[in-house]
């Protein structure tokens, strides 16, 4: 949304010489000026700008040619705001261009950034604008991408920010339960990949991560500092808000660090919500929460402004626009089972398959669940029914297997929709734990793609009973699973995907248990051709059933049990006998 009136004067330095880059700094004076706005071309001349500076409020230029200059300017004028523009290098991936973009924010200490990435045949004049939270806007095409920058820039300049008075006596005693609980809870959610780290090239901000976590104390607002770490936090990674005069001066206790930007902001949630104790504040953002319209800017009155009514609403999630999430929590044992219900499982499906790429197989590399239903002998015209679905992808490979009646079944219609897109034709909405849609004796092959590990162990004799009621006679079910992962194994990783035109950042983490395991993923999409930056956190808990476990399950179901490994994966052959009805229960004992 654009604000009128707020912006009046931008100065744009253009290198002297043959600037290979000239085109981008008209296009982006026309869209200015187009905007309202006055916009004015420079020299790179210091006495030049400086006396152009009367009235204006942000100064653009290339940071590599022009840096130093704005630099000298921006002592100056530190009213202004300074807008960098970076061109990567030929040859730079995409990843390797958003890096280096927000590295040169960073080191020139701008407000915003626009990366121009290198051109290629079929993508040229792509382009970017990041934030100093690392929010991302998209474009593919120089008039997409001027007027992608010059809204995001009206948001992000000419607003007032609040002054920070810092009193540097460390925290008070008083607030040490406070402090260790909270420092107790950062260091388990920064398991959950709900912090992305700053970038890691720059020195000033070693282990620093983004987000903040904000507790109510009696004496007030428990803030994580700017550039926290919050894997391992310590008394230095807090600070405490203790008012917020009239005049919006930030009043702030801490042992030598500052406040975090978003500070103020999390003590007026606070004031505003009595019955709320934590604040969360994450760079993903959660389907179910309210998303506010307007754009505005960490550390400014505005940020209050565009959230306040969704705050004064009783939302406990609220989505920031180029920015992130807010969870509200009245305890802070709320947030995992809220995080789970905003599962990309139960939301925004159609982006599981970009989130989860580096999972999908490829057809002359078929899973262990493929490999085995290719070594049997099925009826010729077999009823098939592919359960927990999903996007659709395990359908079509059984149909890639020469399967021709292949019925598919989702307990989430956000998932089954997707599917149901792909393969042209309706689903059913079904799940192993309610299989009441689908009717008894139907099926020749039931089949399980990786999903049979989020059956909890209480539910596993009544899914068994499910799948002997709609099998038919010598009927099959199929399914596959990972082989025991140890206790303690997976940590923490990065992965970089890029397909055409789009880069896949995750961070994954797992934490496992000799039980299960807690599974947790953040990850950004940045698409290029259609302009969208998601940045989506997927929550999913799943069990290691033991196979003996699970054979005494299957047998007590009157099924028989077979299972063949397949290097780290395991394949389940169950089946029905031939003579198998009368183990069948009825549909109200199956229920």
Same mark, same amino acid.
């Given at each position: 949304?654009r604000k009128v009136?707020?912006m009046?004067?931008?100065l744009f330095?253009?290198?002297s010489?043959?600037?290979? /880059?000239? =085109?981008v700094f008209?296009?982006?004076t026309? #869209?200015a000026?187009a +905007?309202?706005? $006055? @916009?004015e071309i420079?020299?790179e001349?210091?006495g030049?700008?400086?006396?152009?500076?009367e009235?204006?409020?942000?100064l653009i230029?290339d940071?590599v040619?022009s840096?130093h200059?704005?630099?000298?300017?921006?002592?100056a004028?530190p /009213?202004? =705001?300074?807008?960098?523009?970076?061109a990567? #290098?030929?040859?730079? +991936?995409?990843? $390797? @261009?958003?890096?280096?973009?927000?590295s040169?924010?960073l080191?020139?200490?701008?407000t915003?950034m626009?990366?121009?990435?290198?051109?290629e045949?079929?993508?040229a004049?792509?382009?970017?604008?990041?934030?100093?939270e690392?929010g991302?806007?998209p474009?593919?095409?120089?008039?997409?991408?001027?007027?992608?920058?010059?809204d995001?820039?009206?948001?992000?300049?000419?607003?007032?920010?609040?002054r920070?008075e810092?009193t540097?006596?460390g925290?008070?005693d008083c607030?040490?339960g406070?402090?260790a609980e909270t420092?107790?809870y950062t260091?388990v959610w920064?398991?959950?990949?709900?912090?992305?780290?700053y970038e890691s090239?720059?020195?000033?901000?070693p282990?620093a991560?983004?987000g903040?976590?904000?507790?109510?104390?009696n004496?007030?607002?428990l803030?994580?500092?700017?550039?926290?770490?919050?894997e391992?936090?310590?008394?230095?990674d807090?600070?405490?808000i203790t008012?917020?005069g009239d005049?919006?001066?930030?009043?702030?206790r801490s042992?030598?660090?500052?406040?975090?930007?978003?500070?103020?902001l999390a003590?007026?949630i606070l004031?505003?919500?009595p019955e709320?104790n934590?604040?969360v504040?994450?760079?993903?953002?959660l389907p179910?929460?309210?998303?506010?319209p307007?754009l505005?800017?960490?550390?400014?009155?505005?940020?209050?402004?565009?959230?306040a009514q969704?705050v004064?609403g009783?939302?406990?999630i609220?989505n920031q626009?180029?920015?992130?999430?807010?969870?509200?929590?009245?305890?802070?044992?709320?947030l995992?089972?809220?995080?789970?219900?905003?599962?990309?499982?139960r939301h925004?499906?159609?982006?599981?398959?970009?989130?989860?790429a580096?999972?999908q197989?490829?057809?002359?590399?078929p899973?262990?669940?493929e490999?085995?239903?290719g070594?049997?002998?099925?009826p010729?015209q077999?009823?098939v029914l592919?359960?927990c679905?999903?996007?659709g992808?395990?359908?079509l490979?059984l149909?890639?297997l020469g399967?021709?009646d292949?019925?598919?079944?989702?307990g989430?219609p956000?998932m089954?929709?997707?599917?149901?897109?792909?393969?042209?034709r309706r689903?059913k909405?079904a799940e192993?734990e309610d299989?009441?849609?689908i009717?008894?004796?139907?099926?020749?092959?039931?089949?399980?793609r990786?999903?049979?590990?989020?059956?909890?162990?209480e539910?596993?004799?009544?899914?068994?009973r499910?799948i002997?009621?709609?099998l038919?006679?010598?009927?099959?079910?199929?399914?596959?699973?990972?082989?025991?992962i140890p206790?303690?194994?997976a940590?923490?990783?990065?992965?970089e995907?890029e397909?055409d035109?789009?880069?896949i950042?995750?961070r994954?983490?797992?934490?496992?248990t000799?039980?299960?395991v807690?599974h947790?993923?953040r990850?950004?999409?940045?698409?290029f051709?259609?302009?969208?930056?998601?940045?989506?956190?997927?929550v999913?808990?799943f069990?290691q059933?033991?196979?003996?476990?699970l054979?005494?399950?299957?047998?007590r179901?009157?099924?028989s049990f077979?299972m063949q490994?397949y290097?780290?994966s395991?394949?389940y052959?169950?089946v029905?006998?031939?003579?198998?009805?009368?183990?069948i229960?009825?549909?109200?004992?199956?229920?």
């Open positions: 949304m009136g707020v009046s004067k931008l330095i253009l290198p010489g043959d600037y290979c /880059h000239s =085109a008209h296009r982006l026309k #869209e000026l +905007s309202g706005m $006055e @916009a420079l020299a001349d210091v030049a700008i400086t006396e152009a500076c009235g204006a409020q942000a230029g940071v040619t840096g200059i704005m630099q000298q300017v921006k002592a004028h /009213h202004l =705001a300074v807008i960098g523009i970076y990567s #290098e030929q040859g730079a +991936s995409i990843n $390797e @261009a958003i890096d280096d973009t927000y040169n924010l080191k020139y200490r701008c915003m626009l990366g121009l990435l290198p051109s045949e079929a993508s004049n792509r382009s970017l604008v990041i934030t100093g690392r991302i806007k474009s593919n095409g120089l008039d997409e991408g001027a007027k992608s920058f010059i995001l820039l009206r948001s992000r300049v000419g607003n007032r920010h609040h920070t810092l540097l006596n925290l008070p607030i040490s406070d402090l420092i107790r260091e920064a398991k959950w990949s709900l912090f992305p780290k090239r720059d020195p000033r901000y282990g991560e983004f903040f976590i904000a507790k109510r104390t004496v007030g607002t803030i994580t500092a700017r550039a926290s770490n919050k391992r936090p310590g008394v230095d807090f600070t405490l008012d917020i005049d919006g001066t930030v009043h702030v042992s030598k660090r500052k406040a975090s930007l978003n500070a103020p003590h007026r004031q505003e919500r709320i934590y604040v504040h994450s760079h993903v953002f179910e929460g309210v998303t506010v307007d505005s800017t960490p550390g400014t009155f505005d940020d209050w402004k565009a959230v969704a004064h009783g939302a406990r609220v626009p180029h920015h992130g999430t807010l969870i509200l929590l009245r305890d802070p044992e709320e995992l089972p809220l995080l789970k219900e905003n599962s990309l499982y925004n499906s159609d982006l599981y398959d970009l989130a989860y580096r999972f197989s490829a057809p002359d590399k899973t262990s669940l490999r085995a239903i070594n049997m002998t099925l010729n077999a009823k592919d359960l679905c999903g996007t992808a395990s359908t490979a149909q890639n399967l021709k292949v019925d598919f079944a989702d989430s956000s089954l929709a997707v599917a149901e897109r792909r393969l042209g689903g909405v192993l299989l009441g849609n009717p008894a004796r139907t099926y020749d092959l039931v089949t399980v990786q999903a049979f590990a989020y059956v909890e162990p539910n596993l004799d009544k899914v068994a499910n002997a009621c709609i038919k006679p010598s009927g099959r079910f199929v399914f596959n699973s990972f082989a025991q206790s303690g194994a940590k923490a990783r990065d992965i995907t397909l035109n789009i880069l950042r995750t994954e983490d797992n934490r496992i000799d039980d299960d807690l947790t993923q990850t950004e999409i940045i698409d051709d259609k302009g969208r930056w998601d940045a989506v956190l997927d999913n808990q069990y059933h033991a196979p003996d476990r054979r005494e399950a299957f047998l179901a009157g099924l077979d490994q290097g780290n395991i394949c052959v169950i029905k006998p031939q003579h198998g009805d009368h183990i229960w009825s549909d109200a004992a199956v229920e």
